[in-house]
C-alpha cells in the first residue's frame, strides 16, 4: 500500500492496480475509524477469499512501529479485524 501517494501496488517498480470490492471495503472501513486517514496502513495487504493480512517490515535495529502504524492497528481492530490478520516482519541484511 502506497498511502503517500495513495494508490495500491501490485509489483516492484510500482504498477498500481485496483483492489477487490471485498478488500476494499475491509480498507475503506479501517479508514473510517481511523479519521479517514490512510497513513499508519502497513506495507503490505494481502488477502485470499475472505481471509485478510497486513503485514508491516522493520528492519532490525533500525525500523520501529510508528504511532500513526498503532493507530491503523487500533482503527482495525475497531472496524472487526481481528489481530491475528497482522503481521510485523523484521529482517536484516545476511551480512549484517
Not at 6 to 26: D, E, F, G, K, T
Request: include cysteine; proline fraction near 5%; charge should be positive.
Amino acid at each position: 500500500m502506497d498511502t503517500f501517494r495513495n494508490r495500491s501496488l501490485r509489483c516492484w517498480p510500482p504498477q498500481s492496480c485496483s483492489i477487490p470490492p471485498h478488500a476494499q471495503a475491509i480498507y475503506d472501513g479501517i479508514k473510517e475509524f481511523s479519521g479517514r486517514k490512510r497513513s499508519g496502513c502497513f506495507d503490505v495487504f494481502a488477502w485470499e477469499d475472505n481471509a485478510y493480512l497486513f503485514v508491516e517490515s522493520k528492519k532490525f535495529a533500525e525500523d520501529s512501529i510508528r504511532q500513526n502504524q498503532i493507530r491503523w492497528l487500533d482503527a482495525a481492530l475497531k472496524s472487526g479485524v481481528p489481530l491475528s490478520a497482522f503481521l510485523i516482519c523484521e529482517w536484516k541484511l545476511q551480512s549484517e
